[in-house]
């Protein structure tokens, strides 16, 4: 039984990593601390897990987090970099959910982030948690950065592409949606409901965040710089993300096979049918990214544009999901343990 | 390992049986009809269940229907009373989530239901699955009668007052208000988004057709006929339902002890700490029926009145989920087997 | 041409009002204020504004308020108490949407609001500006204290019973759900997007600040003191507001009859055809107050108790445009002067 | 006064007509047709136009539409290409909001509304009624085409820069978000409620006809043929339009500027400041498209690729509100008239 400790667990996902080690037949919660909430029984903080959980928070400084066998930091960004080398030291495992240990780079960390990075010596040691592209690396991994929402839908929708060459690298275009469970717990006027819904903007384009990470992403498959336009947009619902991806063809193939060839055997991508649009309910509180692959019709001047859809619950396959995911895969269990709940639907 | 029929399972309920299904550990899905989808993969039609479900969609006159352990029908009204009769001659249990053996008065079926019983004779055997009430005789039932939504909410939360003599029977208000899952998936104008998104109503309240299975419902309990006002309203989410529900105190007593120690030991019902305000998210895709007692202040004219809350999923405790424990029990399975989901929040 | 302020004009109400205004043919602009956005333009901090006005907000303390006509205070609760007193002695009139001149009873006010009322010798002179019963003290009134929003739809559901006597007033019932633009523009986690969307609860059922300005309202109609019980209740919307009103009958009467003769002749206020469901879009964004009346059906036990349905806009008839209604009454100028918009539907 | 009629009045652009001659100066409603409400009060098949409207719904072969000075068809597709002749005969200008003589080439249009059209003859004379381009046509035709919702929100966002030939026409994509109401009042699974709510998908993606409309209108502009993929998705709201636009850049200019001034004058195209993020509800229920040019970060290898947001009311500027501006150039009136209308927010 690994024994599981969570940093901060009163954000969403937080919230959604507790929903999931419930159904987790080899983890069990031995700490979770929050500042503002220790002491109080979790079913207390969430009326959601009332009867599920006889732990209540920890104060930071008193959790006994270096008696676990992982520690999950579910917290704003900042919060990890200033913990994990003191955990790592006690040999325990860090899976960090937060942006702390996904850039290599601390100079491009800080100029996105705006704070001194507090651990720069970790990142090269950080494996990023994107199962799929570093499974090997992951097993046996000290600390694991896991994944952007954004970054995992763009990045598992291009890949492919990437890999094989067959697109131009210097003109990638994610058009990505999310709903509002993406931009965390905090309070701002435009998040809510009021503001929010029966609403659609998008955000950022000058500049996001995920930006310089899935750029990173991407460069490591092409194994040049890639040129990437990056709009994120703000749709009204709960959960999902839907990235809508251009890329222009260089060499012809059948791109269907080769995404279909690329994922066989991921438990957690579905490659759809040809022709299909995945909706992001299809992976609503399920740990999936699902991808579907169109050609503009033949014979029309765009023939060389090829549009990948590509969606996942940005809670799950975006955050919480694929951190359990990491914690199997580093603790040698199987990938799929405790996590193949279907989507919600509707 | 339970071998389970499903007719007529292109609907929601029969999605979320579907859902379910997958994460029980003694039942497996031996067929599944469809008139309309016979012969389409499972997958194809739902794409959230893809690669979750070999099977494919039977047409109902060639599934092997009566070589299944239990078949539940997820049809709209009207169905399993022309084919439950035949299942059980066969030996074959059956729950029936539709309405056709909700009510035990056949000329009161006719009444609301507006077409001839065609097995009026079953009607005295039809076990009413409302686990809490009725867990004894559901263990031998051969022909189950899953509740509606609105009844258990209603019911579960006026119950411990009616078997306690504390109110005045003659006079109970629910208010509910419902997610539009609740109609099924029937399509007419006011249920399409562009009309019920950001807009609430009332409906039927001269009438509804889950107005006298409450009825009946919270006559046996009191013993007596009662008086009940029900107002469903429709509100704008997908899933969730909030009984707010009135009735007058005759004799005091400690209501919130009152309703602890009726479902003490209830592993789907959950009592609030007094003074809540339970949420539908908060049973959201869960099996769960939380409920709070509120007690207007002392003094006002109107401290006679008590406000009970009462909140579940509409397709979970409401409809499918317990159809599964209904299962559970009549099959002498752990009741919360495949059933402990935590609510999907946010 | 009325020469109008507004202070506090960066919420919802305020909004509103603005939108209103650019509509009405004999008011305009003035002076608007707030703390927070002095110097800015209008449509700089309201882009649906843009190009619609000149004019940028005021500091509070720089604002030439006294050479208005009137202001309306578009404030949180607290602010208009203490800035109404000098506006009067300079001969503005005003229209206070907070609800600080909203109770009569100072001692009242204080238990419900927590602070102590900065001008009780105010709250004699403030009429209570719900048109339908007042207007005669309105045409000639000083200061205006709006009516909220659930205070419009109850009591515009309730009057014509507890006018003719023929409902018993000890025992009345409120169950209200409003949109979320209700609470203002304020951020509490329960109203954020990813909490409140798809989801559906109670609050405040212990006790609301309404619940004393309703049961005023009542009292006055009645002409002795009321039971009420109120259950506010938060429903995923932006806009709208829907009272189920529940009411025992003590004599009988054709009680569409006694709704159509009592509103005969109000512009805003719409008797539905008997047996009607009011949908709030029916009054989205438009100043009305929709009614339907239901009596169940003859001959059951319940037979005895009356549901009214009333249904509004939160910030037209609720706040804003009732507030404009009543500056046209206060000016003599036409009543539905720049307030004959239609709903927006869908 | 100008008579207007309208033809299919039920749907959702014939009833936003309605709300908006309610509030039209210089026009009323003399017909309005429906075969299936053909004796019905309007208000009765609108219950939010009650009180509003005297008239009652006409059976088509019996309403006297040659009588009315403008006739607006609001039908769905393939109506209006049989009774526009016959109109056009009597001396009635029609304005057509369905799609049947917005495409110049009747093969093509054949080729995309599968059926043969019945007036080909008119094609060359309807004049396509987006108002920015083609005003002076408009003030004089008999026939207007009223553009789609997508093609006004990609063309207006577009037609700058290929006017000024600064991007490449053989690369453009267009990446749009519509809310439910723009696929109309038809009845289909996913624009159900509770399969649409909290979900987010493409549709459409190997071909949706406005995909040739827009082409038309940026070959015209580009005075040439263009390469376009545009890729529509459906996002859970009501009303709102976003389109995300990208074209690379072939000739460097100052884009701000380049939209400002071929915007200056425009009353319904709104430039917004550099950097900023419309979102679709600062459009909501106005006559409106604004405009955001995003260019990205110098030095970044994508520094050639232009983004521009589009954002509009599909139902306002989309449809009805369009085709009342139409009206307004064909009758010689103020092109604003009845249009200014401020958006409801929130």
């Known amino acids: ?30 700490a979770i601390t929050s500042r503002q909430e220790a002491g109080r029984a979790l079913s207390a903080v969430f009326p959601s897990l009332r009867g599920r959980f006889a732990l209540a928070f920890s104060h930071p400084e008193k959790a006994a987090l270096d008696q676990c066998d992982v520690v999950f930091f579910a917290t704003p960004n900042g919060v990890a970099m200033g913990e994990a080398r003191a955990l790592l030291a006690s040999g325990v495992r860090v899976i960090d959910i937060s942006a702390d240990f996904r850039l290599q780079d ?18 090269a040691e950080a494996v990023y948690g994107l199962c799929e592209v570093n499974r090997e690396q992951i097993r046996t991994a000290r600390l694991v950065a896991n994944p952007g929402c954004y970054p995992t ?3 598992l929708g291009l890949l492919p592409l990437l890999e094989a060459g067959v697109v131009d690298a210097g003109h990638l275009i994610a058009d990505a949606k999310s709903g509002l469970s993406g931009a965390g717990r905090k309070m701002e006027p435009h998040l809510m409901h009021a503001e929010a819904a029966d609403n659609f903007m998008a955000y950022g384009v000058p500049g996001h965040r995920h930006w310089p990470e899935i750029r990173q992403g991407l460069a490591r498959a092409a194994g040049r710089d890639v040129g990437l336009v990056f709009t994120p947009h703000l749709t009204p619902m709960i959960r999902g993300l839907h990235a809508t991806l251009y890329a222009r063809i260089t060499r012809q193939t059948d791109f269907q096979e080769l995404f279909e060839r690329r994922y066989a055997g ?7 049918p040809g022709g299909s649009h995945p909706d992001t309910r299809s992976a609503r509180a399920a740990n ?17 544009t090829l549009v990948v859809l590509s969606v996942l619950d940005n809670l799950m396959k975006g955050a919480s999901g694929q951190a359990v995911q990491n914690m199997n895969i580093m603790f040698g269990l199987a990938e799929t343990l405790g996590l193949q709940q279907a989507a919600v639907v509707p």
Chains 1, 2, 3, 4 share one sequence.
């Open 1 to 30: 039984m690994i024994k599981v400790g969570i940093v901060g667990g009163t954000g969403y996902t937080g919230l959604e990593l507790l929903r999931l080690l419930l159904q987790h037949p080899e983890a069990e919660l031995s």
């Open 106 to 123: 601390a100079a491009e960390w800080e100029r996105w982030y705006k704070v001194k990075h507090a651990a720069p010596e970790l990142l």
């Open 153 to 155: 839908a763009v990045l």
């Open 266 to 272: 991921e438990p957690f991508v579905e490659v759809m």
């Open 288 to 304: 999936v990214c699902r991808i579907a692959v169109h050609r503009p019709p033949e014979g029309a001047s765009t023939a060389d």
